[in-house]
């Protein structure tokens, strides 16, 4: 499985973007999809997480500010994100969980300026 995740950018606090993972294969066959995010100095952390049967999952941080969706016609997930703070700050990682095994794409940076 290959992911290719796209969307990110500089952008004001307060602004909004949208962060897109094409996969390889269809999602159909992934059984989560989730996106994390490593900000400078920290460790990766998950930000959210959705199931093949649609089941999300948001950090209490982006609750409320962001929406995981995935589109399996496209074999995308999206990761919308409003209301952005500097702490948001971070590259962004789309991960897949197939039969038991992870797949990592190549992560977008994300940069809130203040």
């Known amino acids: 499985v290959q992911l290719q995740a796209s969307g990110g950018g500089l952008v004001q606090a307060g602004g909004s973007l949208t962060l897109s993972c094409v996969a390889s294969?269809?999602?159909?066959?992934?059984?989560?999809l989730r996106w994390y995010r490593q900000a400078p100095g920290k460790q990766r952390e998950l930000v959210a997480s959705?199931?093949?049967?649609?089941?999300?999952y948001l950090d209490d941080s982006v609750k409320g500010r962001f929406t995981i969706s995935r589109d399996n016609g496209k074999n995308t997930v999206y990761l919308q994100m409003n209301s952005l703070k500097p702490e948001d700050t971070a590259v962004y990682y789309c991960?897949?969980?197939?039969?038991?095994?992870?797949?990592w794409g190549q992560g977008t940076l994300v940069t809130v300026s203040s």
């Open positions: 294969v269809s999602i159909g066959s992934i059984n989560v």
């Open positions: 991960n897949a969980l197939r039969d038991r095994r992870n797949y």
């Open positions: 959705i199931s093949s049967g649609g089941n999300t």
